[in-house]
């Protein structure tokens, strides 16, 4: 049996929950509260020394970083969800690369934009212009994400596959931000509702990121 070490509200753990459900493969899911600090313990800590979340122990394998897991799932368990064809795979891993290298602060976006006006909590530390200079960054991304969508239902066609796992939270997580801007994404913003209807989305867990 898959272990994942995951928090509810984070988004990289959201992606390996949702790739996971998508899949139909069954796991024991072990939360690591951030909000109390489990991840800086010393049991956690020799999972992952970065102590972050998430993390897939597969028998003797330990698992760290979100692209790489999805991948690793598409490689051993992904079917029909996950190209085989080398030039297709490739592809399917370009846009997990594109998700990690463009998105990785998306989350200082919501933070900025979301959470902290609603809740009045304090995330990642990041002033107004690092936060400026994000969505700047972020929203050349959608734009090229617009392009490409704007002629398939999803990244590597009209069927869903692992890759929609990582690009699909992150266009979620940014919901209600600044660079939320639907009549500038349409393309964007109906798939990001089209991740949202599916059913591994519910069974992942995926309200915990959504704005109220
Ligand atoms: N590149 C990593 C990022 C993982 C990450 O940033 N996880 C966050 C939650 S979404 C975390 O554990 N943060 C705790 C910390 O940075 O102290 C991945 O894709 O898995």
Request: net charge neutral; with cysteine.
């Amino acid at each position: 049996m898959l272990r994942l070490y995951t928090f509810q509200p984070s988004p990289n753990a959201l992606k390996v929950r949702f790739a996971l459900a998508e899949l139909g493969v069954p796991y024991e899911p072990v939360e690591v509260n951030l909000l109390r600090g489990e991840h800086q313990n010393e049991a956690f800590s020799a999972l992952n020394p970065h102590r972050k979340v998430p993390v897939l122990v597969d028998g003797a394998l330990v698992l760290r970083e979100s692209a790489a897991i999805l991948a690793y799932l598409g490689d051993a368990r992904g079917g029909a969800l996950w190209p085989a064809a080398p030039a297709a795979r490739a592809e399917a891993l370009q846009w997990l690369f594109f998700d990690a290298a463009n998105f990785g602060y998306a989350g200082r976006l919501w933070w900025a934009d979301v959470l902290t006006p609603r809740t009045g909590r304090t995330g990642p530390l990041a002033g107004p212009a690092l936060v400026e200079q994000i969505a700047t960054d972020v929203g050349r991304a959608l734009s090229v994400l617009e392009a490409h969508l704007s002629s398939r239902q999803y990244l590597l066609g009209d069927d869903f596959s692992l890759a929609d796992c990582g690009v699909g939270v992150m266009v979620n997580l940014l919901r209600g931000t600044r660079v939320d801007t639907p009549d500038k994404l349409p393309a964007v913003t109906a798939y990001r509702e089209r991740i949202r209807a599916r059913p591994g989305w519910g069974a992942a867990g995926g309200a915990a990121i959504e704005v109220p």
